[in-house]
């Protein structure tokens, strides 16, 4: 090898070379001239004159057309054609004009071209050179051996110069391209391999040899391995770098800490350092020596290859923060999904999926903070985990975790078996409270996106009609699915329309006078078929994002009962307020401006919210109901009791009235009143300082218990049923003439 251990050369620097850096031929290579002409005795000639001709350190090669159309044929087939002597006047007065006009509109830029011609006076050299793409202009007669060599000399140190920008140009491109598809690879054997490919294509040639890595092991021991090899080096892969010779690795040795290429003993060593230490070292064979303007683009190769390796650890961390949850350091969707469409495709008739969502985790964040409710993520994942024998886990969305395993495994007992337990995590006692579906493989389509929305919309299902439990999608559930999602359709459908949806009012009656202080709307679904009733529609509203509409349903049914009673007071008529609506940005400045178009103040309008709101992480929800609380708006809490709530929860809430729940007022008689849950309800009223309703009152008995226990106002069948808005005020007397009864004897009084 010829070429010096070291140079060093800008690398912004783009050399044109001369010709003692280009007398560098390659073995058998010549430069090719194309004699264009129809005349044999001018073939002969240039043949005669160029027999011994050296150019530039490369003989000529002459190849002969005797017409434009042979000349077309001829490049063509060859193709890297140096020189083209054409004559002006052959098959026709301009062919050899056509000529030149076809081969640099077909591409044909770097070839040089000398316009020979006998009649100089029929094609003028001024008009000719300014028209057409040609080098020089000469007359047969002049172009003698010694200046026929000059000639071509001048012409074919431009072609080759032309020839060196472009290669220098596309390998600049390829760099480019290399380096941004490099940058895409995340496996260092892929990387490596890559390096060795592209050097192999920037230099024109095959080689070969090895990429070997070198740093710290995990014992903090200097190690190193061949991670790609080609050619000769190929039963190196994987081993250290020891195997090859000790020539070979006093080369690394030296070309450590180098940015140029080193060149030495036949071989070329590329040298790159990442910013955690680990060097990558690319070692090639060489059975040529490189020129300056090669040497320049493995120089700048060598610069975007290190910026490349050295961002390998990171976009490798970034790959492996895009199959995990960040703050928990497990499987994410991406990975689920991932290992799901492998499953699909491969064991999926013994493989069974399973979505399981953690209904109690917003209260464990609202209780105990968010760091410790992670944790216990982390302990239904190891559960999970460690009872499914090795089955696929990861978190596919907040506190819900996804399954992949045996059919076998994968089942409602498995569920059971790892919820049944309570968590311990920091001291405190927890119980997680789960709804999982489970489907088959098989029962879902080939592409995973899809499988994962019908798992999805089988768990949105579940939560809403068997919260807490494990259900196997099948059949059975299928049709449950389809019928949710034609209610959704159908309930979009009868907000906008009239006659499905009716308010109903029932009312709140002070126990010890029988007298009307209020009323509760109550929302109906009446088809023409069937009544769907509330605890059904009510929870596909949540999910469907329809609580707002329905919502603003009830609004215009009050305002107008309010509006076509304008004669008499009416009684304040309470809303019931979702979840959904009091966690939706804005709702309360909507409701306020709502019921004020509507006509429908304070006095009119009161609100009840469910013990939920207590119970979850819903500082946005709390704040809403204050908002409506500063307006004037009371709020009541709904179904007391039922949630377990405490009273250091019930604290931060803006209510006015709690409602004890049914299920309380049920087991109620006077005899065993004092030591009822409602008794103890009613002291936490007492408590905080607020109002009491009693719900559910069936019998007189319930309502002579709450008489005794000091419950003022109550709600129930025995007190009035739900009745059309419209009959309302005709069915419990509220007309402008005051009237009074008494339960049992006739309905209610209104309050004078």
Known sequence: MSQPAERSIDPDFLEIIEDAALAVPTEGATWRVLVVDDDEDVHHATEFALRHAVILGRPVETIHARSGAEARAAVDRVGDIAVALVDVVMETPDAGLNLVRHLRETGYSAMRIVLRTGYPGYAPEGPIIAEYEIDDYRTKDELTQTRMVSVLTASIRAYDQICTISRTRAGLEMIVRSSAHLFRRTNLEIFSQGVLSQIGALLRTRTSGFVCVQGKDIAGADSSCIVSAIGEFTDMLGKGLSVVSPELIALVDVARGRADPLFRDGYMVLHFTSETGRELCAVLEMTADCKAAEISLLRLFAANIAVGFENLALVEELDRLAFSVPVLGVPNPNAFEAALGSHLTSDRDDKRLALI????????????????????????????????????????????????????????????????????????????????????????????????????????????????????????????VERTRQLQMQLKAAILKEGELEVYLQPKVDLSTNTVLGAEALLRWIRRDETIPPDEFIPIAEGAGLTQPLTDFVFRKVADWVHAHDEIEPVPVAVNLSMADLNRPGFAAWAMQRLDRLGLTPRHVEFEVTEGIAMHDAQKAVEQARELKRAGFRIALDDFGTGFSSLSQFSRLPIDTLKIDRSFVSLLDVSTARRSLAAIALMMTTALNVDCVAEGIETDSQKQALVFLGCRVGQGFLLGRPTPIGQFNETFGLTASEWTARVGTGPPRRAP
């Not at 944790?375 to 819900?400: N, Q, Y």
């Not at 919309?457 to 068997?466: D, S």
């Open 357 to 480: 969502s953690i209904g109690s985790f917003d209260t464990t964040v609202a209780t105990y903070g968010l760091p410790l409710a992670h944790k216990l993520l982390l302990e239904v994942f190891d559960r999970l985990a460690s009872l499914s024998g090795g089955a696929t886990v990861a978190i596919v969305g907040e506190a819900t975790f996804g399954l992949i395993g045996h059919r076998d495994i994968v089942t409602s007992d498995l569920m059971e078996r790892v919820f049944a337990r309570s968590y311990r995590v920091d001291d405190v006692e927890l119980v997680a409270v789960a709804s999982s579906a489970i489907v088959d493989l098989r029962d879902l389509p080939d592409d995973r996106a899809d499988a994962l929305r019908i798992a999805t919309t089988a768990l949105v299902h579940i939560r809403q009609t068997r919260p807490g439990e494990p259900v196997l999608y099948g059949t059975e559930m299928q049709k449950e």
